[in-house]
């Protein structure tokens, strides 16, 4: 997925399951308890099992998260350019 030209979050598939990542430690803490059905490694991978509804909702949060956190980091860089 895509924002502003730049990439805020990819998938992969594996056998058992599929992952979304970058999980940052801002997008952990805004999730709390609504990841807990789910594997998260502590590197940034969040795994989902390929049985079961897609969590269509927490899938867009993410996205979401990564795209306002990846908006932020381009303000802080204009910002940095101009001193």
């Given at each position: 997925?895509?924002?502003?030209?730049?990439?805020?979050?990819?998938?992969?598939?594996?056998?058992?399951?599929?992952?979304?990542?970058?999980?940052?430690?801002?997008?952990?803490?805004?999730?709390?308890?609504?990841?807990?059905?789910?594997?998260?490694?502590?590197?940034?991978?969040?795994?989902f099992?390929?049985?079961?509804?897609?969590?269509?909702?927490?899938?867009?949060?993410?996205?979401?998260?990564?795209?306002?956190?990846?908006?932020?980091?381009g303000?802080?860089?204009?910002?940095?350019k101009?001193?």
């Amino acid at each position: 997925l895509r924002s502003g030209g730049r990439v805020v979050v990819y998938c992969a598939a594996f056998t058992a399951h599929y992952s979304v990542y970058p999980a940052t430690r801002e997008v952990i803490e805004s999730l709390g308890d609504g990841l807990a059905p789910y594997e998260y490694n502590g590197k940034g991978t969040i795994r989902f099992p390929l049985t079961g509804k897609v969590p269509t909702a927490l899938l867009t949060r993410i996205a979401r998260l990564r795209a306002a956190e990846e908006a932020a980091r381009g303000v802080r860089r204009l910002a940095a350019k101009k001193r």
